[in-house]
């Protein structure tokens, strides 16, 4: 069973920066497409940055030029550098692991990550 635990949301101002960051248990991080993805209150969850096995990344329009995911493979991790941050970037913040190969996934318990105007 993998087991995602996020880490590094909080409290920032307009302007500011966070690092989120995402640790994988069991051996299959290498081979997965990892993924953050948020949700606002009242919204649906939405895409916000992706990074391939390889490091191929996609990241939403709303957030190019300021966020950038990243993995390191050998600590099974995958970070969010969020910089720039918006009020409308508040929302709860989910990792995400999906394997191509047997359409599986799965999710963290999500970060909650509010940014103050």
């Known amino acids: 069973q993998v087991q995602l635990v996020e880490s590094g949301g909080g409290l920032v101002q307009a302007g500011g920066s966070l690092r989120l960051s995402c640790a994988a248990s069991?051996?299959?991080?290498?081979?997965?497409?990892m993924g953050w993805y948020r949700q606002a209150p009242g919204k649906q969850r939405e895409m916000v940055a992706i990074i391939t096995s390889s490091g191929s990344t996609n990241y939403a329009d709303s957030v190019k030029g300021r966020f950038t995911i990243s993995r390191d493979n050998a600590k099974n991790t995958v970070y969010l550098q969020m910089n720039s941050l918006k009020p409308e970037d508040t929302a709860v913040y989910y990792c995400n692991l999906h394997l191509p190969l047997f359409g599986k996934d799965y999710w963290g318990q999500g970060t909650q990550v509010t940014v103050s105007s």
């Open positions: 069991g051996s299959i991080f290498s081979i997965s497409v």
